[in-house]
């Protein structure tokens, strides 16, 4: 599986804006030394980048600049998200529908989408409850799933909801899937 090089895109900008462009370039090229995928292409927002070096760069960039902690990996999710679909973000026009239900059910999967080339998401809503499903995700990382959790958090919040959060099942907790719940709340 491989993930659309926005990613990459979001992530640099925010590191960048946050410790300065000078501090990223230094991580990249020892980022570069460490594995050659880094050295060897040019990442750019069309880019197909294989899941695992997306992992290897967030948790790189993490313990580089995060001191290891893993729950800044909800922060890059929910980043991603916002900027992304937001006014002026690359995908905004999937914030277009304005029912709750076809957002969930139709948006959200295309959203997956954007982003990576397998695996797919499917979106319920029931008495004011979103649950997503994510399927065929080849990865087994405990901190990755929460990125894709904090992300759809976020992605609910830019369409108007705030939500309080379950994962209900977890690769790494060896179910089959990911699935997430959003209990919503009143904005």
């Not at 958090?153 to 699935?179: C, H, P």
Request: hydrophobic share 40%.
């Amino acid at each position: 599986m491989n993930v659309k090089g926005t990613f990459f895109a979001t992530t640099k900008a925010t590191v960048s804006e946050a410790f300065g462009e000078e501090r990223w370039n230094k991580f990249m090229t020892r980022l570069a030394a460490k594995d050659k995928y880094f050295k060897d292409n040019v990442i750019m927002s069309i880019t197909l980048i294989p899941l695992d070096k997306c992992i290897l760069l967030f948790d790189e960039l993490i313990d580089e600049c995060f001191n290891g902690d893993k729950r800044a990996y909800v922060m890059f999710g929910r980043i991603g998200a916002k900027n992304a679909l937001s006014p002026g973000g690359p995908y905004q026009s999937l914030m277009l529908t304005k029912d709750l239900k076809q957002f969930v059910e139709s948006a959200l999967p295309k959203i997956y989408s954007t982003y990576f080339d397998g695996g797919s998401v499917t979106g319920k809503l029931e008495n004011n409850v979103v649950y997503i499903r994510i399927t065929g995700f080849p990865i087994k990382h405990e901190h990755y799933e929460k990125l894709l959790m904090g992300y759809y958090k976020q992605v609910l919040k830019v369409f108007g909801k705030k939500s309080n959060e379950t994962m209900i099942r977890s690769l790494t907790a060896g179910d089959d899937d990911l699935y997430f719940k959003y209990e919503l709340k009143d904005a």
